[in-house]
């Protein structure tokens, strides 16, 4: 790693923990990768990381609008980080609307740095501002470090010889303000340098331009007295050991799956249709090609599910990834699957709803969905992730559970997991657990007759590869008859499959983990039950409230369906039981109708993820009523 460029020594250096900041403009100021390649900077730096993007559903809001806000969330820090921060330390906000959209949500007293021409009188109209007010002039941030700075003036100073249209160099001023960022936090530059050199070529004039721009932010840090008051800011690296990448949750899914199926000696096959927030999964399979993956992007959703159960009839490890309203068209192929049994695993990136709802905003929408979404007794394996890292493990569970217990199994996520990121030490194949694969062997013309159903103890069926001799049978949705395979309207014969059906979906709790504590006391006043991507505002705020001396305890389910053997045992040893969720309370209703008992329910559904503020709020709320 080469040492941030030279700076002069009159600025103090102030060393820091953690910091949360927030870029924030217009849908075409370039925020997503402004944030993207600075968390990226900070990984390799070797500092942990959480992010949150959050942008607008339309494809080009209207420009200086609220509603055209696109921001981008990361808190990094020497110490270990779960959240992108319930509030910010600094702001960067491009204009007017992003300024007014975000303030709520900045420490009093934090740090605001500001595109002086995104407040021009055009932008503060659009933004909501009364005639003739303007935030930067008008003493109304006076609780906050403001920092106007010439954002689009110094970019066009610093590239008015580069070769580029005004167009193209105006596009740069978020390079600039990258670049400050990184003076700001004694940050290296040269990390984003390569990625525009790799991806523009070295003698590419974008690039070059873009670089200028960097260094013009950097040197504009260093050179004015703006920040003379203020100083920089460092955080040290946290002591790590090993290699390390940045990886979204969709990223993670996809490396899951490729895993799985090198572990497992099978061929990856995922047929998906695209749609927010799971295209990416698709996008990075497809660039796997080197490792046999192939990847099929079909013309529908309902397309893209059956070439994936007819992938996995065929002997591959077959996927599918879809959101909401893409899960609804999949639901009568998912039931032939559970027909079949067939190993098959379903990324569901969930979103909000109902209908196309919210595409690109988080929630736990989908749980009541993966449970219960398909018609006659279907009952599928659950599984959920509750952070970008965990998304490969989750995965590649839900990849083992599908082959071993020849079963389709919904992996959880959602757009936040999905599309933020975190430092990942990166796994080896001999830390993975073994995927076991049952195939049939070939059998000879004197050998019994094939039992296609025929079950072991765990009632699971072997996996029966076409084409292979002596394997014939029959295949499709029609009921089966049991062990032979034919097709059976036998009343009795239902009844006994359906059972055997349900009962090889429980019996995997024989082979997945008891629930633990995350965090917290046994046997304390309240547990707080969590699932999927609420796990780093419930850590955190458990964490505080243990600080504070109350007895609370935190456990995060992977396991969703079946539940862990011991959750009920676990959760008796509570005095109260705390559910958040990001949907209306739907683990509420599995959990009442499973135990018997009636959890306090804490929803949230406003397309956002919970924050440690919330929750620790709600926490100590309860532990003072008991």
Known sequence: ?????????????TPKTSVSVLFAGDSGDGMQLTGTQFANTVAVYGADLNTFPNFPSEIRAPAGTIAGVSGFQLQFGSKPVYTPGARFDVMIAMNAAALKANLKDLHRGGIIIACTEGFDEKNLRLAGYLEGANPLEDGTL???????????????????????SSKEVDRCKNMFILGLLYWLYSLPIDITVDMLHSKFGKDSTIAEANIKAIKAGYFFGDE?????????????PSKQHGTYRRVTGNEACAIGLTAAAKKAGLELFLGSYPITPATEILQTLAKFKKFGVKTFQAEDEIAGVVTSIGAAYGGALAATNTSGPGLALKTEALGLAVMLELPLVVINVQRGGPSTGLPTKPEQSDLMMAMYGRHGDAPMPIVAAYSPV?????TYEAARIAIEHMTPVMCLTDGYLALSSEPWKVETGENLSDINPRFSPERNPDDPPFL????????????????????????????????????STDPDNHELMTRLRAEKIEKIADS??????????????????????????IKTAVEQALEKGLSVAHAHLRYLNPFPKNLGKLM????????????????VHL???KYLFEPVSYTKVKGLPFNEMEILEKITAITKEL
């Not at 069926?461 to 049978?473: K, N, Q, S, V």
């Not at 008796?572 to 683990?587: A, D, H, T």
Request: neutral net charge; charged residues 20%; glycine residues 10%.
């Open 591 to 593: 959990i009442r109708d």
């Open 224 to 236: 004015t007295e703006l920040f003379a008051n203020l100083g920089r800011f460092d955080i040290s």
């Open 1 to 13: 790693m080469s040492e941030p460029i030279s700076s002069t020594s009159k600025f103090t250096v």
């Open 390 to 394: 965990d998304c490969f493990y989750t």
């Open 512 to 537: 997945i983990p008891l629930q633990t504590i995350d965090n917290g006391i046994e046997n304390g006043d309240l547990l707080i039950l969590g699932w999927g991507s609420s796990y780093g505002a």
């Open 572 to 587: 008796s040893s509570y005095k109260k039981v705390l559910i958040p969720e990001n949907n209306y309370g739907q683990l």
């Open 142 to 164: 006076s609780n906050y470090i403001v920092f106007p700075v010439p954002v689009l003036l110094m970019t066009r100073e610093a590239l008015k010889v580069c070769g580029l």
């Open 452 to 487: 296609p159903y025929k079950r072991d103890e765990r009632h699971v069926r072997p996996w029966a590869i076409p084409g292979t001799r002596g394997l014939e049978h029959r295949i499709g949705g029609l009921e089966k008859q049991h062990e032979t395979g034919h097709v």
